[in-house]
């Protein structure tokens, strides 16, 4: 079985490592002013924190919608996952967790599991690299 994982932008794994360990990353958006910036896509944790003392107002986040979470989900099942993990920040924190379940239920092609890390950063990045690891060893959804 192929299991896939899919993580949020808010678990801090750099790109590098997310793309070696196969990990999707569905990035969140970063509102600065009337400007809407993918995490990680459309500004880098450097270019953010470099700016952060000069912006205009305090930086808000914004939880990708359902859609962001299915069309990734479909693109891995295309790819030949049989089956998607897919960890994300905790929902005391962010709506994301919830977009996801959205996504999941609406998704037919392959069987996805939604888990809420309750963690935030690399506390979940942890989990989500764990996940990864076991997957890449063949070890089934329960583990």
Not at 20 to 39: M, R, Y
Not at 41 to 67: C, K, M, N, Q, W
Not at 107 to 113: G, I, L, R, Y
């Amino acid at each position: 079985m192929t299991i896939k994982i899919v993580a949020d932008s808010c678990c801090d794994i750099p790109p590098e490592l997310a793309a070696q360990l196969g990990i999707t990353i569905v990035p969140l958006f970063i509102n600065i002013g009337q400007q809407s910036f993918k995490d990680g896509v459309t500004i880098s944790r450097e270019e953010f924190y470099r700016g952060l003392p000069s912006f205009p107002t305090h930086p808000t986040t914004a939880t990708p919608g359902p859609d962001a979470f299915k069309q990734a989900y479909e693109q891995l099942a295309q790819q030949g996952a049989d089956g998607i993990l897919s960890i994300h920040i905790s929902h005391k924190l962010s709506n994301t967790v919830d977009s996801a379940r959205i996504a999941a239920a609406e998704t037919t092609s392959v069987p996805v599991t939604v888990l809420d890390s309750r963690q935030l950063s690399l506390g979940f990045g942890f989990v989500v690299m764990a996940a990864a690891e076991a997957a890449a060893q063949g070890k089934p959804m329960e583990e």
